[in-house]
C-alpha cells in the first residue's frame, strides 16, 4: 500500500534550519507529483513548496528564497530544506504526492520558539 512518512521535525530557534524528509513506497515514485503542506493551530491548510515528476518548483510566496523542496528518486524521497525559520512557519507539515489520486502523509510537527 502507499506510505508517506514524514521526519526531521523538531523544536528550532527562530533563523534556526531544519530539513524534513519524506519516505515514500508503494507507488512509481517517478510518476508523481509531491508537494509539502503545512498547518498551523486555528488554520487551514496551505501549499508551500511543489515538485513535479521532471524537477521544476513551486513556492508559496511566504517562503520563497528561505525554503528548497527536492527529489531523489533513488531514495524515493522528497525534501523539504528550511533556513531563516520564523516563528509563523510553526506548523505541522505534510507530505503529499499526487498522480490520478492523492496520499498524504501522518505529518510532523515544526515548532520555532526561542
Known amino acids: 500500500q502507499v506510505q508517506l512518512v514524514e521526519s526531521g521535525g523538531d523544536l528550532v530557534q527562530p533563523g534556526g534550519s531544519l530539513r524534513l524528509s519524506c519516505a515514500a513506497s508503494?507507488?512509481?515514485?517517478?510518476?508523481?507529483?509531491m508537494s509539502w503542506y503545512r498547518q498551523a493551530p486555528g488554520k487551514e491548510r496551505e501549499l508551500v513548496a511543489h515538485?513535479?515528476?521532471?524537477?521544476?518548483?513551486m513556492y508559496a510566496d511566504s517562503v520563497k528564497g528561505r525554503f528548497t523542496i527536492s527529489r531523489d528518486s533513488v531514495k524515493s524521497a522528497v525534501y523539504l530544506q528550511m533556513n531563516s525559520l520564523r516563528p509563523e512557519d510553526t506548523a505541522i507539515y505534510y507530505c503529499?504526492?499526487?498522480?490520478?489520486?492523492?496520499?498524504w502523509g501522518q505529518g510532523t510537527q515544526v515548532t520555532v520558539s526561542s
Open positions: 508503494g507507488f512509481t515514485f517517478s510518476d508523481a507529483a
Open positions: 515538485i513535479n515528476n521532471g524537477g521544476s518548483t
Open positions: 503529499r504526492a499526487q498522480w490520478w489520486v492523492e496520499y
